[in-house]
Each structure stands twice: as C-alpha cells, then as structure tokens.
T-cell receptor, first 108, second 112 residues
Framework: DQQVKQNSPSLSVQEGRISILNCDYT??????FLWYKKYPAEGPTFLIS?????DKNEDGRFTVFLNKSAKHLSLHIVPSQPGDSAVYFC???????FGAGTRLTVKP | KAGVTQTPRYLIKTRGQQVTLSCSPI?????VSWYQQTPGQGLQFLFE???????NKGNFPGRFSGRQFSNSRSEMNVSTLELGDSALYLC???????????FGSGTRLTVV
C-alpha cells in the first residue's frame, strides 16, 4: 500500500536555481513528516522534518512545506548546488512509511 | 558515537539458499527497523522491533523474518531466496518507534 507517493522519479535543475520536490500521502493519521537524502552506496541521511502542527520548517537552504488539507508536502532547495544531487525520500509517520524517491540532478 | 552498522556490506547467494543479515544499532537505541530498497520501489518496510518485540510488519512473505536481541542488535533472515530478493537491505535505529531514524549503509544482496 503506497501511503506515501513521490510521483516524479527524477528532477533536473540548474545550479543556483530552486529545486522543488513533491510528496503526497493518503493516511490522515500521519503527524510527522521527514525528508531523507541518499547517495549511492550509503544509507539515507535525515535532512529536515515537520510536525503536522506547522506548515513550514526552514533549515538553511532547505524548507519543507506541509499542506494538510491537500495531504501534500514539498521540499524546496534554494539555491541548488551540484552536491545536492542525490535521491530524496519523503517519509511520514506513524508508522514510518517512505515514498519511492526522487532523483535530483543539479547541473553546473 | 558509532553509527548503525550493517554486516556484511555485500552478499551473493544462489536461488533457494537462505541468508542472515545483521544490524547493530546506535548505542542506546532500542528500536530497529528493516527496509528493502529496489529500483523504482523506494524503501519498502519489512518490520520494526522495539525491546525484542516485533511492533510492526510490512507486506512481505513469510520467507522474510527477523528478531532482536537483548542488546538491541537485530538480524533478518530470508529463506528460499528468489531472484527478486536482490536488493539493498537497510536497517535503521532510533530511540523510540517511528521517529528519529538513523540508517546504516545497507547490505547489498544479489541472488543468482
């Protein structure tokens, strides 16, 4: 059961521009949302999270937005850098469920 | 502090064999979860353990099993391996269920 969906398998942006990664969920009981970043041959690493009582959380170049009514969250990366190229997983809990991931490529 | 350690890093097995993968969580973490990653499928949840008890189980056949020991270390076992079991198996630990996961680097299993 795909309770967390990332409908874009890949995204390519130019260095310096904004990257927007999207995620939808179906379970209205989820109250905590996270983004993880994964490089090849490594495990996912935690990037940023947001509680359902908030609609925005910012950490440096990374901002996560939550729209509970639409069951949608997004991750904005501004400005994008080549080192941001990785697979990004959206997750929601409880229980913890992950999306299929979006491969972000930032071109110099 | 040491991270989540998964052993072995790479494994090649033959169809029909069984395999055991190991995960040592971060010290003090009592929750361990297992995920299977395959191309296009993302992270598929296998099971979660907390204090030696299975708290949650994903939609995988009974060939997939796991356990957690009193020191919080966990193992997962796959019996009668199939080609489709080839994947990266990831373990994550946390202080409590469902939150604050830290992942290991995974075990890459190839079934031939």
């Amino acid at each position: 059961d795909q309770q967390v969906k990332q409908n874009s398998p890949s995204l390519s942006v130019q260095e310096g521009r904004i990257s927007i990664l999207n995620c939808d969920y179906t379970n209205s009981m989820f109250d905590y949302f996270l983004w993880y970043k994964k490089y090849p041959a490594e495990g996912p690493t935690f990037l940023i999270s947001i509680s359902s009582i908030k609609d925005k959380n910012e950490d440096g170049r990374f901002t996560v937005f939550l729209n509970k009514s639409a069951k949608h969250l997004s991750l904005h990366i501004v400005p994008s850098q080549p080192g941001d190229s990785a697979v990004y997983f959206c997750a929601a809990s409880p229980p913890m469920r992950f999306g299929a991931g979006t491969r972000l490529t930032v071109k110099p | 502090k040491a991270g989540v350690t998964q052993t072995p890093r790479y494994l090649i097995k033959t169809r029909g064999q069984q395999v055991t993968l190991s995960c040592s969580p971060i010290s003090g973490h009592r929750s361990v979860s297992w995920y299977q990653q395959t191309p296009g499928q993302g992270l598929q949840f296998l099971f979660e353990y907390f204090s030696e008890t299975q708290r949650n189980k994903g939609n995988f056949p009974g060939r997939f099993s796991g356990r957690q020991f009193s020191n919080s270390r966990s193992e997962m076992n796959v019996s009668t391996l199939e080609l489709g079991d080839s994947a990266l198996y990831l373990c994550a630990s946390s202080t409590t269920v469902n939150y604050g996961y830290t992942f290991g680097s995974g075990t890459r299993l190839t079934v031939v």
